[in-house]
């Protein structure tokens, strides 16, 4: 499953949509509007293996790596978002649910920087071209 955050704009959201990623978003297709950050992870917990896409650094912390979901921290424009949601899940690293499970995930223009389920320190991936 792929879950976009409240934040994600309109606009960003379609775009996936023309590029046949059906992701759903909180506050509109699951979830309630207005969900706070404390009770977003509760939320992941309750899914079948998420893969949750936002532009709020607060989920970037190691600490909420869990075998359950990915946490994908997008680290750029608004208006890129759509561009990064893609790229990592094309990414040979990451093209696959099972791949992504117990990762937090920084993105952003020069890579990914993760941080994996008892790891001792975060990996960097570079984009592919």
């Not at 759509?82 to 690293?93: G, N, P, Y």
Request: aromatic share 12%; net charge neutral.
């Amino acid at each position: 499953m792929i879950l976009l955050d409240e934040n994600f704009p309109e606009s960003q959201h379609q775009l996936l949509r023309s590029w046949r990623i059906r992701p759903q978003q909180i506050g509109y297709e699951i979830g309630r509007k207005g969900m706070q950050d404390e009770e977003i992870i509760p939320f992941l917990h309750q899914l079948r293996r998420p893969t949750f896409f936002t532009l709020d650094d607060d989920f970037d912390r190691r600490e909420l790596c869990h075998a359950g979901y990915c946490l994908v921290f997008i680290n750029a424009g608004q208006y890129e978002a759509a561009s990064f949601v893609r790229r990592v899940l094309r990414h040979k690293q990451f093209n696959t649910q099972a791949k992504r499970m117990g990762a937090v995930m920084r993105v952003s223009h020069t890579g990914i920087i993760v941080w994996y389920l008892h790891a001792e320190e975060e990996v960097f991936v570079e984009w592919r071209d």
